[in-house]
């Protein structure tokens, strides 16, 4: 069954924008943290930008400091990723993901806690951003 369906790939210019979306399935939605990956033809796929189930916390590859943006509507169910200041290196496969456990405000966190793939057990079906220079 779908869990999570994304939206609003596409191809851009070096130093456009654009915005991604993710919608969820279930009203579980809001316990979960969720994240941002991609992966590029022939590379492991990476982590990009993650964000704490209540929307309080934000996790950000160096690479997307300053350029990306990540946000949740739990009331909706919608997760996006504001992406802009494009490079080519940017080109590749993205894709939403919901933490395998929900969160919890009694357990700490750290970065760690959501860059790796493991963390995650439900996946989009992923969305194309083809950046030319």
Known sequence: QVQ???SG???????????LSCAGSER?????????????PGKDREFVAGIKWTGAREYYADFSKGRFTISRDNDKRLLWMQMANFEP?????YYCARKVRP????NGESEADYVGIYEYGIWGQGTQVTVSS
Do not use: H, K
């Not at 596409?10 to 654009?18: E, R, Y």
């Not at 290196?89 to 496969?93: G, I, L, S």
């Open 4 to 6: 999570l369906v994304q």
């Open 9 to 19: 790939g596409g191809s851009v210019q070096a130093g456009d924008s654009l915005t």
């Open 28 to 40: 579980t939605f809001s316990a979960y943290g969720m994240g941002w990956f991609r992966q590029a």
């Open 89 to 93: 290196e940017d080109t590749a496969v």
């Open 103 to 106: 969160g919890s405000n009694t």
